[in-house]
Nanobody, 122 residues
């Protein structure tokens, strides 16, 4: 019903920047929230940036001041600008989108991208 395509991952050195992108397509009425998560092997998936269609954003302490989420709800696209990257940021990053399926019902569903690898290393 909803397809998410991620791009922008790769290998960078500590202190450098990277920009992730996610585009949503499919059959839905509107997007309520667009977020980014990351996951390291052996650890649970954690939220790194959240956005709402009302313009609100939220970040955990680990990335606050370095990461910026930009949600373009008119284009069904979300970006994650990551600055001053650290080795601890190495993980698989996932785009997460919550959508309202139709105008006639308030039911919402969550969808996930395939994940994109971000590696910060010398």
């Amino acid at each position: 019903q909803v397809r998410l395509v991620e791009s922008g991952g790769g290998l960078v050195q500590p202190g450098e920047s990277l920009r992730l992108s996610c585009a949503a397509s499919g059959n839905f009425f509107r997007i309520n929230r667009m977020n980014w998560y990351r996951q390291v092997s052996g650890k649970k998936r954690e939220l790194v940036a959240a956005s709402g269609n009302d313009g609100t954003t939220n970040y955990p302490w680990s990335v606050r001041g370095r990461f910026t989420i930009v949600g373009d709800y008119a284009k069904n696209t979300v970006h994650l600008q990551m600055n001053r990257l650290e080795p601890e940021d190495t993980a698989v990053y996932y785009c997460n989108v919550q959508v309202r399926g139709s105008q006639s019902t308030s039911v919402v569903d969550d969808y996930w991208g395939q994940g994109t690898q971000v590696t910060v290393s010398w």
